[in-house]
């Protein structure tokens, strides 16, 4: 569906056809330019792929801006929660400036909560994500490339009345 109205619309993945899935990859490769980007050329996500993304149109149909959502848990002490991971967040250059992430982001939060996520964790700049409710934390740790457990800076949002736990937080799996 385009609806061109800067509107956003929820676009599930599979609902992604051969002309969609081209314009995913226009718009991330327009937007991600650094040497690693160059795999959005031959595909619509960076590491993983991912069911659920937000985006939205300009007035003549054209994405101008995406943000993608994993589906993933944490663990800590034993326990563990559902999460929304927010990946490749990004907005055309000529498009930037319009509150857009802030945008996709509160109809990606209220996705969330109804689909039992307890926080979304994403890996980005603060300044981006502070207004959108997100702030810093650094006990999250996740699996590397050579298989073990990392530490990383992670933004988190909470999303019910259970807080960010206070411990080590396992994210199973790469960042995203
Ligand atoms: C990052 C990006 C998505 C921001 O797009 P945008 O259209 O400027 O975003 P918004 O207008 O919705 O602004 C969101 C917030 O980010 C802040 N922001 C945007 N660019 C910023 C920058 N370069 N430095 C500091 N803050 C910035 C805005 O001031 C705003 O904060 P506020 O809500 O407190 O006022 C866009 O620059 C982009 O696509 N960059 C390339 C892709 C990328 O690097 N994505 C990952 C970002 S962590």
Known sequence: MVRGDNAVEYLPDSAVDEALDRELRELLTVCFTKPQDTVFKAQRYFRQP?????????????LSAHAGVHEKRIEADGRHWPIGGVAEVCVRPDCRGRGYVKA???????????????????FGRPEVYASSGYASVDNLVHDADNGERQSV?????????????????????PKF
């Open 50 to 62: 991912y069911r659920h993304r937000w985006v939205i149109r300009d007035e003549a149909g054209r």
């Open 104 to 122: 996709m982001l509160a109809c990606a939060h209220e996705w969330m909560t109804g689909n039992g996520a307890t926080f979304s964790v994403l």
């Open 153 to 173: 800076k992670a933004l988190v949002k909470v999303l019910t009345d259970v807080p960010w736990p206070a411990g080590v937080v396992y994210l199973p799996g």
